[in-house]
């Protein structure tokens, strides 16, 4: 279980379609392997760690990878990382589980000077999961909805997130991964018998 509060933003190493290997230096302080990381929103699996390079490795399989943007990722990317909380931590954000929805498309990014607001598109299955003022993670970070409609919600972005995150080195046409709050989904089942009681 994550908070999506971004501790570092690492750089993409190398990446062959399965094997992540990400550089960084805050989150592996402790990090040890078999433990979770967040990349860029997604829950994955610590197999190797070099403190001489300052390298980390994950592997992604399929489900990932349909499910995110990995398959965009190149040498010299720049993630998002946050390490999974412990019992007690403070919980800045909102409870993120790193299991990514699927992928959203920035639409447009407009400015002024106290924050950036961001509108993503979405497909259905995850607009439907978005309400106005709740939360949802767009690239591991927790982030408040501003506004929502059929196919697209909107972010406001304050500065200190955009400095902090990938945040800056988003623009028109980035994809990003997205998690719906996970409160939301379990509403959506509950509601799901009620939806059609006439289908059986």
């Known amino acids: 279980m994550f ?3 971004i501790e570092e933003i690492g750089t993409v190493d190398s990446y062959n379609g399965e094997t992540l290997v990400i550089e960084a ?3 592996l302080d402790d990090l040890k392997i078999s433990q979770s990381i967040m990349i860029d929103g997604a829950c994955l699996t610590v ?3 070099s403190k001489t390079n300052c390298t980390f490795t994950v592997e992604t399989v399929p489900e990932t990878r349909s499910r995110t943007n990995f398959d965009n990722l190149i040498p010299g990317d720049h993630v998002n990382l946050e390490r999974a909380l412990r019992y007690g931590d403070r919980v800045g954000g909102h409870m993120v589980q790193g299991h990514v929805d699927g992928v959203g498309t920035v639409r447009s990014i407009t400015g002024d000077a106290n924050s950036n607001l961001v ?3 979405a497909d259905q299955n995850i607009i439907g999961g978005i309400v106005e003022k709740g939360f949802i ?6 982030l408040t909805v501003a506004s929502c ?4 919600f909107s972010i406001a972005i304050i500065p200190y997130t955009l400095e902090n995150t990938t945040f800056h080195k988003l623009s028109k046409g980035s994809q ?3 998690e719906v709050d996970v409160t939301a989904k379990y509403i959506s089942k509950l509601l799901e018998p009620y939806r059609n009681p006439f289908s059986n």
Do not use: K
Request: charged share 10%.
């Open 149 to 152: 409609n059929s196919n697209t």
């Open 137 to 142: 993670t767009v690239n591991g970070t927790s």
């Open 176 to 178: 990003v991964n997205l």
């Open 47 to 49: 197999l190797e760690i």
């Open 3 to 5: 908070s999506g509060i």
């Open 119 to 121: 509108v993503i598109e």
């Open 25 to 27: 230096t805050q989150v």
